[in-house]
C-alpha cells in the first residue's frame, strides 16, 4: 500500500494498463514528455517511449478522431482532452461516432476507447476550464460516464474503464487531484462501472452524490449527525449508468433523499435521479426528492464561484427541509 | 490537372502510364459498366419504394473504382455517404449495401477480412478517422493504408484539415480522396473557397497534393497507386482532387439539380463519361467488344435482383437487437428495458 493523491492514482493506473496490454495508448496535448498539466502521465513516455504515450497537434476533433481510427486498427486509446470545457470541439468523435461505433456496425466493431478529462470548480480556473458536461455525456446512448471522487476509486475504476471494450468518459474533478491522501494498493485492482457505494450509513435521509460533491455531502452529514439527522451518503461513481439498486435500497429504508451536484439544475444528472426514484420508489416516500445544484446561468467567473458553486450548507438546508417537509 | 486518358480515349501521357495487364483493363472497364447499371437499377429501385437512402454516381465511376482498383485486400476504406461502390469492389455483398440503403442494421456488418467501415454520413468525420487508421498502421508497421472519400463540399469541413493535419504531424499511411463533382447539393463549388484547387488545401498540412482528371480512370488508378507507394513507403499521406462530376441527383430525397445545374453544363459534362472514353481506348486495343459490354449489364441487372431478393428476405429488425448491439454487455438500464421489449416482441 501507498499513499497517493488522486492525481497519481491515474497515473498508477494508466502505468498498470500500459505494462498489461500493449495496444494501450496513451496522448493527448502535452501529455508526453511534459507528463500532462497537471502531471497526470507524469514519467508514462519516459517509460514507455513516444511510440505509445505521445503528444498531438491542438485539436480535439482531431484528437477523438484518431482515437477511432486507432480502435479500428486494433489498439485500446486513451486520450485526454484538456479540460472538459473543450469537449464541444469533440462532440461529434464522441457521441456521434464513438458511442455508435459497435450499434452501427451490428457489433462487428468495437471503441475500447477512454476518454481522460479533468473538470471542477473551486481551484480558480478560467473560462470553461471548470463547467460539469457531465450531461451531455450521460445522454448519449453507447456511453458510460465514470467520476471518481477518491484516489482509490480512481485507480480502480480507470483500470475497469481502459479494460472495457465500449467506450467511457472519465472525469476527473481538478479540486479533488490533491486534495487528500489516501491508501491505494500499489498492485492491480479494478472497482465494477456502474456500481456506486455506500459512504456512510444513515436510517433518516439518503444523500446521492458524485465528483466533489461527495465530499460536501460527508460534511453535511457530519452536521447533521450533531442535530440528530443520521444520513446515509451513496457516491454515485458511475454516473451513466447509475446504479440504481443501491439508491432504491437506501431510499425504501430512509424514505427521503436529496440528490446533489455541482452542475447547474437544467444540466448534471440529479433529474434522471429523481425521476427513477419517484417511478420506482413513491410509496415510500415521505416528503418530495430535492435537488442541491448550481444556478441555472453559465458557469462563475473566477471570483464569484464561492458564491455561485453547491456547498454543505446548501446541503444541510435542503436536508431539512426534506426533514421538515 | 494530371490526365492519361483525354476525352478522345487517346493516351495524352505515355510516362505516367501505369503498368495494367489488358486482363486488368478490361476488369476496370468491367466494373465501371456493371456501377453505371447499378446506378440506374438503383434509383429505379428507390423509385418504386424498394431502396431507401440513395446517392447517385453515375459520371463518378473513373473516380470511385480507379482508386479503389489501386488497393490491396489489406487497405482500409472510410468511404462517405455516396461511396457504396467502392465498398462493393472492396467485397461487401450487394444485398448489405441495399440493406444499408433500406436502413437495416445487418447492412453495416462487414463480412470478415472486407476493410472498411459503413458509409459516413457526417460529412467530415471519416477525414480524421482515417487519419488515426493510417497512423494504426504505420504503429503496426503493416503494409497497408487507409483510404477516405469527401465531396468538395467536405473540404470545407474542421474535420477535414485536422484530418490532413495530423496525418502530415504522425506521417500516417493514409490517402485522401476530393471528389469535386463541383456541387455540394445546390452550392457550387467557387462558393466554396476562394483556393483555385482543393488540390492546394495539401499545402496547410505540408503533405503531397494531386489534381487529377477524375473522368479518366487511368490517371485516377495512377495517382491512387502512387500514393498508396509513398504512404507505406513512409513519405507520408496525399490529398489526392478528383475533378469530377455526378449526372443525377445530390440524393434521391428530392433534390432537383435543374435548379442548379444548365443543360449545357450538364452536356459538357456528358462529353466527358469516363465510360465512354475508357470505351473508345479500349476497342482501339482490340480489348472490348458490344457483346462483353452486353454480358456485363445483364450480369449487373440479374445480380442486382437477386440482392434485392435477399434483401427482402432478411429477417426484420426488433427493438432486442438493436440493444444487444449498444454494449458488450448491456448496461442496468438496457437489461431492464430489454426485458420489457423481450416481453412485447413474445405477443
Redesign the interface.
Known amino acids: 500500500m501507498a499513499q497517493m493523491t488522486m492525481i497519481q492514482a491515474i497515473t498508477d493506473a494508466m502505468r498498470t494498463e500500459l505494462k498489461n496490454d500493449e495496444n494501450v495508448l496513451v496522448f493527448g496535448e502535452d501529455v508526453g514528455q511534459n507528463g500532462g498539466v497537471f502531471r497526470a502521465t507524469e514519467g508514462l513516455q519516459d517509460e514507455f517511449g513516444e511510440e505509445r504515450v505521445f503528444d498531438t497537434p491542438l485539436a480535439e476533433s482531431g484528437i477523438g478522431g484518431i482515437s477511432i481510427g486507432l480502435a479500428l486498427t486494433g489498439f485500446r486509446p486513451v486520450p485526454e482532452i484538456q479540460f472538459f470545457g473543450f469537449v464541444y470541439e469533440t462532440m461529434d468523435a464522441i457521441s456521434g461516432q464513438m458511442a455508435r461505433y459497435r450499434y452501427r456496425s451490428g457489433n462487428t466493431q468495437s471503441m475500447p476507447i477512454t476518454v481522460r478529462s479533468p473538470f471542477g470548480g473551486g481551484v480558480h480556473t478560467p473560462e470553461l476550464h471548470a463547467d460539469s458536461l457531465e450531461g451531455l455525456m450521460a445522454q448519449q446512448p453507447g456511453l458510460k460516464v465514470v467520476i471518481p471522487s477518491n484516489p482509490y476509486d480512481a485507480k480502480g475504476l480507470l483500470i475497469q474503464s481502459i479494460r472495457d471494450n465500449d467506450p467511457v468518459i472519465f472525469l476527473e474533478h481538478m479540486k479533488l487531484y490533491r486534495s487528500f491522501r489516501e491508501e491505494v494498493p500499489e498492485e492491480e485492482y479494478t472497482i465494477e462501472l456502474g456500481k456506486a457505494e455506500v459512504k456512510k450509513e444513515g436510517t433518516d435521509v439518503t444523500l446521492i452524490a458524485y465528483g466533489a460533491m461527495v465530499h460536501s455531502c460527508l460534511k453535511a452529514a457530519e452536521e447533521l449527525e450533531n442535530d440528530g439527522v443520521s444520513a446515509e451518503v451513496i457516491d454515485l461513481r458511475t454516473v451513466a449508468p447509475v446504479d440504481y439498486e443501491t439508491i432504491l435500497k437506501s431510499v425504501e429504508k430512509t424514505n427521503r433523499a436529496v440528490v446533489v451536484q455541482e452542475a447547474q439544475k437544467q444540466a448534471g444528472i440529479a433529474s434522471n435521479v429523481v425521476s427513477e426514484i419517484q417511478e420506482k420508489a413513491i410509496l415510500h416516500l415521505e416528503a418530495p426528492v430535492l435537488r442541491v445544484s448550481a444556478p441555472d446561468t453559465v458557469y462563475a467567473f473566477t471570483q464569484a464561484e464561492e458564491v455561485w458553486l453547491p456547498n454543505h450548507n446548501d446541503i444541510v438546508e435542503k436536508v431539512n427541509k426534506v426533514m421538515n417537509f | 490537372m494530371f490526365q492519361i486518358l483525354n476525352e478522345k480515349g487517346e493516351i495524352v501521357n505515355e510516362d505516367a502510364m501505369p503498368d495494367l495487364s489488358d486482363e486488368d483493363l478490361k476488369e476496370i472497364m468491367k466494373r465501371m459498366v456493371y456501377t453505371r447499371i447499378l446506378d440506374q437499377r438503383s434509383i429505379a429501385l428507390n423509385r418504386q419504394g424498394r431502396l431507401g437512402f440513395y446517392a447517385p454516381t453515375a459520371g463518378q465511376e473513373a473516380s470511385q473504382l480507379g482508386s479503389q482498383f489501386a488497393l490491396e485486400k489489406a487497405d482500409?476504406i472510410l468511404p462517405g455517404y455516396r461511396d457504396v461502390p467502392q465498398l462493393i469492389w472492396h467485397g461487401l455483398p450487394l444485398t448489405k449495401a441495399f440493406l444499408f440503403s433500406r436502413g437495416h442494421?445487418?447492412g453495416?456488418?462487414?463480412p470478415e477480412g472486407v476493410n472498411a467501415?459503413?458509409p459516413q454520413i457526417?460529412i467530415g468525420?471519416q477525414?480524421?478517422?482515417?487519419?488515426?487508421?493510417?497512423?494504426?498502421?504505420k504503429?503496426?508497421k503493416e503494409d497497408a493504408i487507409?483510404i477516405t472519400y469527401t465531396g468538395d463540399g467536405g473540404a470545407s469541413q474542421?474535420?477535414f484539415y485536422?484530418?490532413l493535419?495530423?496525418a502530415g504531424?504522425?506521417g500516417a499511411q493514409t490517402v485522401f480522396v476530393v471528389q469535386n463533382n463541383r456541387f455540394a447539393i445546390s452550392v457550387p463549388v467557387e462558393k466554396q473557397s476562394a483556393a483555385q484547387t482543393i488540390a492546394q488545401k495539401a499545402v496547410a498540412a505540408g503533405i503531397e497534393g494531386i489534381q487529377v482528371d477524375g473522368m479518366d480512370v487511368l490517371a485516377v488508378y495512377a495517382a491512387t497507386k502512387e500514393a498508396r507507394k509513398r504512404a507505406v513507403d513512409g513519405e507520408g499521406p496525399t490529398l489526392i482532387e478528383t475533378l469530377t462530376y455526378r449526372y443525377g441527383p445530390h440524393t434521391m430525397a428530392g433534390d432537383d439539380p435543374t435548379r442548379y445545374r444548365t443543360e449545357d453544363m450538364d452536356s459538357d459534362w456528358e462529353k466527358k463519361d469516363p465510360i465512354v472514353r475508357f470505351r473508345t481506348f479500349l476497342e482501339s486495343k482490340d480489348l472490348w467488344s458490344e457483346e462483353e459490354e452486353n454480358e456485363v449489364i445483364e450480369q449487373a441487372k440479374a445480380d442486382v435482383k437477386a440482392a434485392i431478393k435477399e434483401a427482402d428476405n432478411t429477417p426484420k429488425q426488433k427493438v432486442t437487437d438493436?440493444m444487444?448491439?449498444?454494449?458488450?454487455e448491456l448496461?442496468?438500464?438496457?437489461q431492464e428495458q430489454y426485458e420489457e421489449y423481450k416481453e412485447k416482441e413474445s405477443k
Open positions: 482500409f442494421f445487418q453495416n456488418q462487414m467501415v459503413s457526417i468525420a477525414i480524421t478517422q482515417a487519419a488515426g487508421v493510417g497512423l494504426g498502421f504503429k503496426r487507409a474542421g474535420d485536422e484530418g493535419n495530423f504531424a504522425f438493436l444487444e448491439n449498444m454494449y458488450e448496461p442496468s438500464n438496457l
